[in-house]
Structure formats: C-alpha cells, structure tokens
C-alpha cells in the first residue's frame, strides 16, 4: 500500500489553496513507545489521516523458530514482547505440550500463572505510566515504575532476569519457586493493592487527565470487534471477553477473578479513559489471582520428562492465551521432525494498529498521542 | 541608579567625558554585571532546585554529583553545552536561526530592568514599569516563532505557532489581572506599587479584596502559560512535538532556551511579588543601616519571588499537559471574563471602601491561612496511608 496514497484536499470558503502538512511520527519519536512510525496528514493541529508504518522492528522470529528447534526457541519467545515476556513463554510451552501431548505437572502450571500474573501486573504498570507521561504528568510514571521495579525483582527472584525471562520450558517451568517466595510475593502485594488506589488518587481522577481523555478516539462494540481489538482494548469497548476466563487453559477455570469491562464512566463508553481504567482494574485483578495461586499451590515437580529433541507427530496445534496486549494466538505446524515446520504468532497490538487509520482522521494530534498510548502498542510486538 | 552615576560625574571620576558617553557606559557596565552576577547563577540554581525538587516529588534523588549536593550541576550543564557542536541545519533560514535565541534571552533579560529587589536595588524605576513588562515578555514570543519558523521543521514549526497563539492570547487575561492592583494604586511603577502595600500580609494587595485574590491567581495560571510551563507547555511538549520550537538547536542555543525559561519563571515570581505580596516590604524602624535594610529587604523579596517559582515547580510536577483547544477555551471563555469581573469588582469596591475595607484583609488572611493548614493536614493524612518509600534525609 502507498503510503502516499491518501490525498485530502481542503476546500475554503474564500478560494484561498491550502496545502496539508505530512508529518512523520517516528520511527525516532519520543512517544510511539519503540520504533513505528506513523505519515500524519495534519491541517494545522487537525489531523485527517494518520497511517502506521510498521515493519522496523522486524525479527523474522517465527522463521527463527524453523531453525532452533522446539527447545530453542523458548529465548526468542521473551523477544516478542518484551514488556510481558511470561505469557509469550506460556505461549510456546503451551503450544509444544498439545502438539506433543505433554501433560504439565500442576505445581509447574501454577508456578506458571504466579509468574504471567507478577509479569502482567509489570506490563499494564508500564502502560498506565507511559500513558500518563504521553499525557504529560511525569511523576505518576516514575511512581509506576518504582512499583514495577518490585516486581522485577520478584520475577529475577523467580528466574535470574529481569526483561527476557527464559522461565518456561516445554512441560512445565525451569525452576521451582525460591524458598519464601510466597512471603515475598504476599508482602510486596500487601503494599501494591493501597497504591492502585493512591495511583488514582494521584492522576486518574485528576481533572486535565481525565478531560484530555475523555471522548477521545471512542471505539463502539461492532468496531472493535470488526478490526479484531483484543484484550483491555476490547474491554474498554464493554465488551466482557477474556480468554482466560472464555476459553480457559491452564489453571484459570479454578482460579476467581472479575473480567473488568470498560463503563464510560467519564465520557463515551470505548474511550482512551475507559482502556486506561481496564488496565487499572485489571492490576486488582492480577493481585488477586496471584494471592490464590500462593495459597492454593500443591507440592509436586514442575517440570514433567520430556525429549531433549522434541518431536511432535506430524500435525498442528494452536493455543490462544491472554497476554497483557489480549489474545495472542500461537500455532505451530509439525512435520515430525524436531524443528517447527511454521509458527505463527497472533499479537494484540499488531490488529490494534489496524484501528489506528480510522480512529485518528479528525481528533488532533495531542490526541493521537494519546491514542496510541491507549491501545498499549508495543512495537516489538507489532512486528514480530 | 542615575542619581548615583550624576554623583560620580560630579566628584568628577570620570574626566571631562560628556555625560552622553558616561551614562551607556555606565549602563552597561551595570547590566553585565546584573547579568553575569545574579541572572546567570540564578539561573543554574533555579535549574538545580527544580530538578532536586522534581526527582523529590518523584522519588528519586535528582543531580548531587557536581559540587556540594549537585548545586554546580547548571555549570557543568552549561559547559558541556558550550563544547557541543552548534548544528545550523542546511536548510534552516541561518540568520533567523541564529538570531532567535538572543532574541528570547533579551525578552527575559530586559524585565530584571524595572524589578525591584529592594528599596534602592533597582535598575530603573520606570514610570511605566508594568506596562514595559507585559510588552517586553511578548519579545519572546517572537523568539520562539522565529525559531520555530526558521528551523525548517514541521515540529519546530507547529511549536512555534502554538507558542505564538499561547502567549498573544494569555496577554490578555495577564493584562487585565494587573488591572486591578493598577486601579488601587494609580501607578504603573514598580517601586510605587510597592511602596502602596505594607509589611504585614493583611496590607498585601493579595488580601485586599476577593477581587484581587481571584486576579492574582488569574495572573498567575496567565503567566505559567506565557512561559510555557506545565499544564500549558504545550509549545515544546515533548512528547507530542519532540522538542517543540527547540527541536533543531544544540549546543549552547538550545541552553540559551531553558536560560530563558527557568529566567522568566523567576521573573514570573518576582512580578507577583512586586503586585500582590508586598515586594520588599519589611517592618522598618529596627535599623538605620540602609545597607542592611537593603539585604533584609532583597532576602525578603527573593523568598516571596521563590515561592511562587517553587510552586511552579510543584505544579510541573503535579499536572499533566492540556491541550491546544482546551489551552484556548480556558483563556478566553474563563480567564478573561474573570478578568474583566475582577476590573470591575475592584472599581466598585474602592467606590464603597475608598481606603480599603477594615475587616476583608483580616478575614482573608485567616481564611487563607486555615487552608494551608487544612492542606497540610490532609498531605499528612495521605502520607501516613501510603507509607510512602521516601527519603527523608534532605542531605541525599
């Protein structure tokens, strides 16, 4: 597609000709959280178009996966998206084990959703404080970030880093939780429940906050499901869907949590405001799985046997998780020899991208800053 | 200022030289030393405060390397800038670029002419000291379109226009909240104002009628906004337009910007030091040293100046950024209609009260002063919820 394709032509009333400015946002732009860029067609401070140009950040990991192998390519899952690498490892893990029938054992699954729940807890903090420093408050994200920075360190607790984890392997997790972890991880919860509420005393019911948000780039039910919004972006349309609780994997079906839903509480319901609140709710929801996983957590192994060169039976597989971004759907082909025939990941934020287009002709480009802070891109993710 | 230079050329220092030579001379010989002795260090300190404040409210620890706890900080800065290259870009209109951040620096400069900072430490006690103010800061708005323009960047150029829209509309409201202050004194002169206020904050104009307390707080959000502080920083928001007007500077013309910035935050301080709060005023009659009167009276002024640079800073760190169109609507659906009810208010009350009302400034004083505690009451209540993880060591 040309991205010079979409000429606009302004008429005025006078006769006077004006031209549009093209802007370019990026790659090297301060807000586009990574490296994607977007051609603005703006006529003053309005824009009329605002084309994604993805593609910058390209890995070529699902080809990658072709020449490592089953095992191997667990690393490169951390790569897809950085921001919440456990639920990619969840991901792959989860995909290997259907295509080679491999049966987790329970202490690994639940060692599995501590870590997602601590990692999703990490990503949404990170949205909701990029966000707000999109908007131009630069505290709250510092105050974001010294949370998320505890829950880095419980996760290099967990697994010895701190951004790509490497923590799953095919039939359950690398290593079992440290002795006291569960203390650590109730202690640092204790601490984060009262500051979700201090964070929205602090900006998300601040006055500018909420009027740069509010009716901003709004996404109606039918949109977001015709260009295929998944996770909080969805649900801040109101729309209940949650694939760990619709088509629920692992230990989800056990485990009680709220599926949080957008309520236009400050304006029209789909709106940034509503996104950003989803996450915000969501961190709630996070902590109290996490609370449940500790107490219910049985004793056992958490890596089951399986083959140093893993070789599934000719044929397919496909498992859909819900990341922090929303559904990331895996599948991988097989042809019986010990490298994936094809994989191919589904990301949130790449069919997020899709709405861009469409919701930005009109708003202006305060907003769409906003807007792209919204959808929770993350460039890596988008590109893969 | 000229009496003292009319007593050198009369003890006749100076020669046979025509007073015509002698006054620039002097003139300019005293602006330097304004300038490289008191705005430049003030500066860099103010740049230091705001980033030690700031990394405070943020839980950090903010610059403490260069010098006794990073006060040095703003020289290493400016020195780095200075041994940086200073990139023109090609296609950039060169002198215009070139000229732009002079063009700022003076806008800010200029208005330490009609400051006072105590009863004899005044460059020139013009007739028209207000006025010359509201007129000399717009010069910087023509800096930051000149710049803007003259990069020959789309982002430069957008933070340019808005700059320009910004301060041209928030002129207005900034202008009709000196008014009232004008109104009760019946002067534009700085001293004069002044001098019309006492010691005691129940004489400050501040406090002197529900009128004049809105117009200092209107004067005030007017003035964050023709300095493009945060929430009206819109013309350099950087993370809409990268850097805004700044973004094709380096080296020491992009630190000639933020020179100009954190200046004329403090010029901010002090213009609301002068109007509402009483300026140098202190209690008189302890000394009859001038010299040292002039120090209390500077120390006194320069912490009133401070405060509301300090919440300045406070605020930045506080709010967000708003935007372009609600920028806008706040100036001319709400600051100027206050603005012109506040004109009018102050008209009617000096009708009813010609030597100011007997109770109102006492009222407000208490008023205010239990709102403070309140605050504090309740920043205390917030602080012991969210067992903050903070320093408390100020030596950090």
């Given at each position: 597609m040309s991205l010079a394709g979409y000429e606009f032509e302004v008429q005025r009333d006078d006769g006077l000709a004006t031209e549009e400015m093209t802007l370019n946002m990026g790659p090297q732009h301060p807000s586009t959280h990574g490296v994607l860029r977007f051609v603005v067609k703006a006529d003053g401070e309005i824009m009329r178009t605002a084309l994604p140009d993805i593609g910058y950040l390209h890995r070529s990991i699902e080809k990658i996966s072709e020449k490592v192998g089953y095992h191997g390519f667990m690393p490169y899952t951390d790569r897809v998206d950085y921001v919440s690498a456990m639920q990619c490892n969840q991901g792959w893990a989860m995909v290997c084990e259907r295509a080679a029938g491999i049966e987790v054992p329970r202490r690994g699954e639940f060692c599995r959703i501590i870590a997602c729940e601590l990692g999703r807890i990490a990503s949404h903090l990170l949205s909701v404080g990029t966000m707000v420093m999109d908007i131009g408050g630069m505290t709250p994200f510092t105050h974001a970030i010294r949370e998320r920075e505890k829950v880095n360190n419980l996760l290099e607790d967990l697994c010895g880093a701190r951004l790509t984890f490497n923590y799953m392997r095919i039939g359950g997790v690398a290593w079992d939780l440290p002795p006291g972890y569960a203390e650590q991880v109730t202690a640092f919860l204790d601490r984060f429940e009262p500051f979700i509420a201090e964070y929205n005393d602090l900006i998300s019911y601040n006055k500018i906050y909420v009027e740069r948000l509010a009716n901003v780039a709004a996404v109606s039910k039918e949109e977001a499901i015709n260009y295929n919004l998944v996770g909080p972006n969805l649900r801040g349309c109101g729309f209940q869907y949650d694939v760990r609780r619709d088509?629920?994997?692992?230990?989800?079906?056990e485990l009680d949590f709220d599926v949080p839903v957008g309520t236009g509480e400050v304006g029209t319901l789909g709106d940034c405001f509503d996104r950003y609140m989803v996450r915000i709710k969501e961190l709630k929801e996070s902590c109290k799985i996490v609370r449940q996983c500790l107490d219910m957590i049985p004793d056992g192994p958490v890596l089951a046997r399986v083959a140093k060169k893993l070789k599934p039976p000719v044929g397919d597989a496909h498992v859909r998780v819900e990341a922090s971004r929303g559904d990331m759907g895996w599948y991988v082909v097989s042809d019986g020899s010990e490298f994936p025939y094809r994989t191919k990941i589904r990301t949130g934020s790449f069919s997020a991208m899709s709405i861009v287009d469409k919701l930005s002709r009109g708003i202006m480009i305060a907003d769409l800053i906003a807007l792209i802070a919204s959808l929770d891109v993350v460039a890596p993710e988008v590109d893969r | 200022m000229q009496s003292f230079i009319d007593g050198l050329i009369a003890s006749g220092v100076f020669g046979g030289l025509p007073a015509e030579a002698v006054y620039p001379a002097m003139m300019f010989l005293f602006a330097s030393l304004v300038v490289f002795g008191f705005v430049l260090p003030l500066v860099t300190i103010t740049i230091w405060l705001e980033r030690r404040v700031w990394s405070r409210i943020q839980s950090r620890v903010g610059p403490n390397r260069v010098g006794p706890q990073g006060v040095l900080q703003g020289l290493a800065d400016g020195v780095k800038n200075i041994l940086k290259e200073d990139v023109v870009p090609d296609a950039a209109d060169r002198p215009l670029f070139v000229f732009a951040p002079y063009l700022l620096v003076w806008g800010f400069l200029a208005t330490f002419v009609v400051i006072p900072f105590s009863s004899a430490l005044v460059v020139a006690d013009l007739n028209v000291g207000i006025l010359y103010i509201t007129a000399i800061v717009a010069l910087s708005a023509v800096g930051v379109l000149m710049a803007g323009w003259a990069s020959n960047n789309k982002w430069s150029l957008l933070g340019g226009i808005r700059s320009a829209a910004q301060v041209v509309s928030y002129e207005i409201p900034a202008g009709l909240a000196l008014l009232p202050v004008v109104l009760l004194t019946g002067t534009l002169s700085t001293q004069g104002i002044i001098q019309a206020q006492g010691w005691a904050p129940w004489d400050w104009f501040l406090f002197h009628s529900p009128f004049t307390f809105i117009a200092a707080f209107a004067f005030y959000i007017s003035a964050l906004a023709e300095t493009n502080r945060t929430p009206f920083d819109i013309p350099e928001a950087e993370s809409e337009l990268v850097a805004g007007f700044a973004t094709e500077y380096s080296g020491f013309r992009f630190a000639l910007f933020f020179l100009a910035e954190w200046g004329s935050l403090y010029v901010t301080g002090a213009i609301m030091a002068v109007l509402f709060l009483g300026g140098w005023q202190v209690p008189t009659g302890w000394t009859n040293n001038t010299v040292v009167l002039n120090i209390v009276q500077l120390a006194v002024f320069f912490l009133k100046a401070y405060f509301w640079v300090f919440l300045a800073m406070w605020i930045r760190a506080t709010l967000p950024r708003i935007r372009v169109d609600q920028m806008m609507s706040l100036c001319w659906k709400y600051l100027v209609p206050l603005g012109f009810v506040n004109l009018v208010g102050t008209a009617v009350w000096m009708v009813i009260w010609p030597e100011g009302n007997p109770f109102v400034p006492y009222l407000m004083v208490i008023g205010t002063l239990a709102l403070v505690v309140i605050f504090f009451r309740r920043v205390l209540y917030h602080l012991r919820r969210a067992k903050p993880e903070l320093y408390f060591n100020p030596a950090i």
């Open positions: 088509e629920p994997y692992s230990i989800y079906p | -």
